[in-house]
């Protein structure tokens, strides 16, 4: 794990902020991300130390100074952070603390059932132009790594489940899962961006888990991850027949191809089950002896098998002897089929 104990993520408290000077204590029992929704992933646009922070200059120096003073340690502002996570003044991403932990911050706002800021410690991760996938994945890390730092600090299980304000609540989500259980304001974030990348509040879990249990990072995917294209679907799957919206896919090709070459003529295999498709079952069904309901399951499938079998059965070859033919319908015979031969006696 990046961040233990000893050695813990950078400090620079906002306690000029409104948030930080007002707000009340709370007991931390989970973790909440958010991301900015901003194109900017310094941390000096939004963290800086107070004018009177002992650690100022050194802290200007790591973090760089935002020259235009619209920081949130120097606005009178509505929103609180525990941790920021961003680019510092060399580049590098890093989480840096701007609240304790036992901080109530200011984060998701409320919805119908309450509010998460009661119990999870929030961070804020600087957003890009959501275009860069390189910093998309430097960012994530970063977040599981403080995520899987806060999770050890306070015992919070990962993939925990907790019961609050009559709602089940992982202990680890993000701004959109509040929202959507009734618990924060109406955002996206994190997941108009990570998802972009395969990477999801489930992913989340997965890595803090490994972290905690002292797994090394393992180097993420750098393509973004392709959903994953259902297994080819084979004739005798699945009941085919003709319904709304119209089955499709290549079982439904391999079924028209044979259909046609059993001489049941359903046109061009287009891979849509549709009208002509239909008819082309119920004939094949009526000749097999099935009830021709136009729906091809696990008989038809078999009676098909059959049918094909029996058509490609090798011709048995056969000798046939015609006694006592006349001379001249011998020749009209041997001139049709020149393996004939004539015999006498
Ligand atoms: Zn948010």
């Known amino acids: 794990m990046k961040y233990t104990d000893q050695n813990p993520p950078l400090v620079c408290m906002l306690s000029t902020s409104t948030c930080y000077q007002k707000t009340r204590r709370m007991e931390p029992w989970g973790v909440l991300w958010h991301s900015t929704g901003a194109n900017n992933s310094t941390l000096k646009r939004y963290v800086q130390p107070a004018d009177n922070d002992p650690r100022r200059e050194e802290l200007l120096q790591i973090i760089g100074k935002n020259k235009y003073g619209n920081d949130q340690n120097h606005r ?11 680019r ?9 603390q701007t609240m304790p932990c036992d901080y109530r911050p200011w984060g998701c706002g409320g ?11 929030q961070f804020e991760i600087c957003e890009d132009g959501l ?9 994530f890390r970063e977040a599981c790594e403080l995520t899987a730092y806060l999770c050890a600090l306070y015992g919070i299980d990962p993939n925990g489940m907790l019961s609050f304000k009559g709602k089940q609540v992982p202990a680890i989500l993000c701004h959109k899962d509040a929202h959507t259980l009734g618990l924060g304001s109406n955002h996206a974030d994190v997941l108009h961006w990570f998802p972009k990348y395969g990477l999801t509040m489930q992913t989340v879990r997965d890595r803090v888990t490994e972290l905690l249990a002292g797994a090394e990072w393992a180097p993420e995917p750098m393509k973004p991850v392709q959903p994953q294209p259902a297994a080819p679907l084979t004739l005798g799957d699945r009941l085919l027949s003709k319904v ?4 499709t896919g290549p079982d439904v090709t391999d079924l ?12 061009t295999a287009d891979g849509v089950f549709g009208t002509g498709t239909e008819a082309g079952v119920m004939a094949f069904q009526k000749a097999a002896g099935l009830t021709a309901d136009g729906k091809f399951g696990p008989a038809s499938y078999n009676a098909m098998l059959s049918m094909e079998a029996a058509k490609t059965k090798p011709k048995t070859l056969c000798t046939v002897i015609i006694p006592d033919l006349d001379e001249a319908a011998a020749d009209l015979l041997i001139q049709k089929y020149p393996q004939a031969q004539k015999s006498y006696g």
């Open 76 to 86: 009178t502002g509505t929103t609180g952070m525990n941790f920021w996570i961003g």
């Open 88 to 96: 510092l003044a060399d580049g590098t991403v890093a989480a840096v």
């Open 111 to 121: 919805g119908n059932n309450g509010s998460c800021n009661d119990h999870w410690i």
């Open 131 to 139: 275009k860069d996938e390189a910093y998309a994945q430097e960012a």
């Open 244 to 247: 709304t919206p119209r089955l």
């Open 256 to 267: 028209q191809t044979r259909l046609n070459a059993l001489g049941y003529n359903v046109g």
